[in-house]
Structures are given as C-alpha cells and as structure tokens.
C-alpha cells in the first residue's frame, strides 16, 4: 500500500467493511453518530478516497454506492509493519509487551495469543 489513509479515511473505511458498499448518506449517517458531520464533507471526502484508489464508485444505479477497494486486514498488516519498524525500533516484542501490558487481556485472549505462539514454534521446527 502506497500511503495509509487518514484517521477520518479509516472511519470511512471501517463502515464500509462492516457494513459492505453503502451510499455517502448512510456514511455519513454512521459517522454522525459519534460526532457532527456534515454531508458535504462526507462526500468530498469520499470522493478524494476514490481518487486515492481506496474506494470504488458504482454508478450504475441513482444512488451512487461506494466500496472499499482496500481489505482490512492490508491495512492493518501496513499500519503495524510501520508501527513496529518506526515506534519500537523493529522488536515485535516491545510492541507485544506494551499491547498486553496496558489492557486487561482476558483469559480467552491468552489462550488465543498461547496457540498463535504455539503454532508459529511448529512452523519454525
């Protein structure tokens, strides 16, 4: 991925990964609800992550609809990969210790975290 998206791009992103191709009202509508937002910044907004290529358009139809041309899991995978190499010097490790040393980590994520290690140990062998 070329450049990330901005903060208010990934809240744009977010909705239409959870919810799949959706209009600008209905964006815009989503995004209302945490904080103000005005149609018309939705919409530009929208239209400048066309033109950045991290949504598709589909005109077919009166209401244009809008979809992500970007997965998460990419963007997530581009977000850490910086976050490792720029904020802890490249240790997965201090990135993993500051993540579980903050939050409560519920047993149920433990288990999760210990099968991840589990099986990237057998990968490895």
């Given at each position: 991925?070329?450049?990330?998206?901005?903060?208010?791009?990934?809240?744009?992103?977010?909705?239409?990964?959870?919810?799949?191709?959706?209009?600008?009202?209905?964006?815009?509508?989503?995004?209302?609800?945490?904080?103000?937002?005005?149609?018309?910044?939705?919409?530009?907004?929208?239209?400048?992550?066309?033109?950045?290529?991290?949504l598709?358009?589909?005109?077919?139809?009166?209401?244009?609809?809008y979809?992500?041309?970007?997965?998460?899991?990419?963007?997530?995978?581009?977000?850490?990969?910086?976050?490792?190499?720029?904020?802890?010097?490249?240790s997965?490790?201090?990135?993993?210790?500051?993540?579980?040393?903050?939050?409560?980590?519920?047993?149920?994520?433990?288990?999760?975290?210990?099968?991840?290690?589990?099986?990237?140990?057998?990968?490895?062998?």
């Amino acid at each position: 991925m070329q450049r990330k998206p901005t903060d208010a791009e990934l809240e744009v992103l977010q909705i239409l990964w959870t919810y799949g191709p959706n209009s600008v009202r209905f964006v815009n509508t989503e995004l209302s609800k945490n904080r103000e937002v005005v149609y018309t910044t939705t919409l530009k907004m929208m239209q400048v992550m066309t033109e950045k290529g991290f949504l598709k358009r589909d005109t077919a139809q009166r209401t244009h609809l809008y979809e992500a041309t970007i997965s998460k899991e990419m963007v997530q995978e581009s977000m850490v990969n910086k976050m490792v190499d720029t904020v802890f010097q490249g240790s997965t490790l201090k990135l993993v210790m500051q993540a579980l040393g903050h939050e409560k980590t519920s047993s149920k994520d433990l288990e999760a975290i210990k099968k991840i290690i589990h099986n990237l140990e057998n990968d490895q062998q």
